[in-house]
């Protein structure tokens, strides 16, 4: 019992050590994502129904842009472990602490976790003021939204230390975004729902099932607008939840391996 109150006293001073980091740019950060969400969910709400595009399009987007934006703090979460690996090599005080291994890579997840899902509820309120009531809150399920809010974000958080893991340089840094995150974003979900693609394209709405990513933001548009034009989110939470278990063990086993700890 007293070891585990020790480990958890170590777990909470290295995150309390993060959010310091975190109070000095935390301003900076909601301000840029306010920016982000406001003038995109501004335009595909607004600018996009006069092309044709129905005005359903732009509740639909900001949703799917709250379930995933952690996708855009991968490369820097990515950039900035690999760079310590290599660098300052912070990592490895912490990994000389009396706390297990893996309870130092699942803290420093839980901080990326902790602040992605402050900038995803930044968006959903400045989606909601912008869309105002083109976005019914009355649909919405806080019974699912929030569990899935934290799952989505640790499901971004666990893909940021596995491509930490992955990564043998700073040089592989470069591939991360065209090659990896942007097609994944890009086909999973975050422009259109799944039952919108399966009508247009069946054959390849299928395909697009291998997308981790789609299920992430259709579980949230399931959380949040109808789940009827949505994937089930108790199909999405579970997938989502296993994904994210797997991004776990892999990351963790693969940078045990790397780091030379036991």
């Known amino acids: 019992?007293?070891?585990?109150?020790?480990?958890?006293?170590?777990?909470?001073?290295?995150?309390?050590?993060?959010?310091?980091?975190?109070?000095?740019?935390?301003?900076?950060?909601?301000?840029?994502?306010?920016?982000?969400?406001?003038?995109?969910?501004?335009?595909?709400?607004?600018?996009?129904?006069?092309?044709?595009?129905?005005?359903?399009?732009?509740?639909?987007?900001?949703?799917?842009?709250?379930?995933?934006?952690?996708?855009?703090?991968?490369?820097?979460?990515?950039?900035?472990?690999?760079?310590?690996?290599?660098?300052?090599?912070?990592?490895?005080?912490?990994?000389a602490l009396p706390i297990p291994?893996?309870?130092?890579?699942?803290?420093?997840?839980?901080?990326?976790?902790?602040?992605?899902?402050?900038?995803?509820?930044?968006?959903?309120?400045?989606?909601k003021l912008v869309l105002l009531s083109r976005l019914d809150l009355g649909q919405i399920s806080l019974i699912k939204f929030i569990p899935f809010l934290i799952l989505a974000n640790f499901f971004t958080a666990f893909l940021s230390l596995f491509m930490s893991s992955i990564l043998s340089s700073m040089e592989g840094l470069s591939i991360i975004w065209p090659r990896i995150l942007f097609p994944l974003w890009f086909f999973g979900g975050s422009q259109f729902t799944w039952i919108t693609l399966n009508k247009c394209s069946p054959k390849f709405s299928y395909f697009c099932l291998l997308n981790p990513f789609l299920y992430v933001t259709e579980g949230m548009r399931a959380c949040v607008l109808n789940p009827a034009d949505s994937l089930s989110f108790f199909i999405c939470a579970p997938v989502t939840l296993g994904i994210t278990l797997i991004?776990?063990?892999?990351?963790?086993?693969?940078?045990?391996?790397?780091l030379d700890f036991v």
């Open 1 to 95: 019992m007293k070891k585990m109150q020790a480990y958890a006293k170590v777990f909470w001073l290295l995150f309390k050590k993060d959010l310091f980091i975190l109070k000095r740019m935390v301003f900076r950060k909601i301000f840029d994502v306010s920016i982000w969400a406001g003038s995109t969910t501004f335009v595909t709400a607004y600018v996009f129904p006069s092309l044709g595009m129905p005005e359903s399009y732009g509740p639909c987007f900001a949703i799917g842009g709250v379930a995933i934006y952690g996708v855009f703090l991968i490369f820097v979460h990515t950039a900035n472990f690999v760079a310590d690996m290599y660098g300052n090599q912070v990592i490895a005080y912490e990994l």
């Open 101 to 127: 291994s893996w309870l130092v890579l699942l803290q420093k997840t839980c901080s990326y976790a902790f602040l992605n899902t402050l900038l995803s509820s930044v968006i959903f309120l400045v989606a």
């Open 247 to 258: 991004f776990a063990f892999i990351s963790i086993r693969k940078l045990k391996q790397r």
